[in-house]
């Protein structure tokens, strides 16, 4: 069973950065998928960035050259630099990862632009 927590939320002015984090336990091998994922309020949840263990990334057409998404594997770690924040990224990002054929959540972290 793969656990995922996630830090790094909190409020930040329009045009700031912040960085999200997952780590990920119970796995004995490295993830396979990475993703990550956003839900704002009245809205359904959407893809953000995905990462493959390959190093292969996609990212939403509203996050493409803000936002990067990486990974530690030594560490099992994920990570969401988020550039150039604007009012409109307010939401409660989730962590994904796939491993061995199961999809496995984070909790969530809010993360709030406003000035």
């Known amino acids: 069973q793969v656990q995922l927590v996630e830090s790094g939320g909190g409020l930040v002015q329009p045009g700031g950065s912040l960085r999200l984090s997952c780590a990920a336990s119970?796995?004995?091998?490295?993830?396979?998928?990475w993703g990550w994922y956003r839900q704002a309020p009245g809205k359904q949840r959407e893809l953000v960035a995905t990462?493959?263990?390959?190093?292969?990334?996609d990212y939403a057409d509203s996050v493409k050259g803000r936002f990067t998404i990486s990974d530690d594997s030594a560490k099992n770690t994920v990570y969401l630099q988020m550039n150039s924040l604007r009012p409109n990224d307010t939401a409660v990002y989730y962590c994904?990862?796939?491993?061995?054929?199961?999809?496995?959540w984070g909790q969530g972290t809010q993360v709030t632009v406003s000035a």
């Open positions: 994904q990862a796939y491993y061995v054929g199961r999809y496995y």
């Open positions: 119970g796995s004995s091998f490295s993830i396979h998928v």
């Open positions: 990462l493959t263990s390959g190093g292969s990334t």
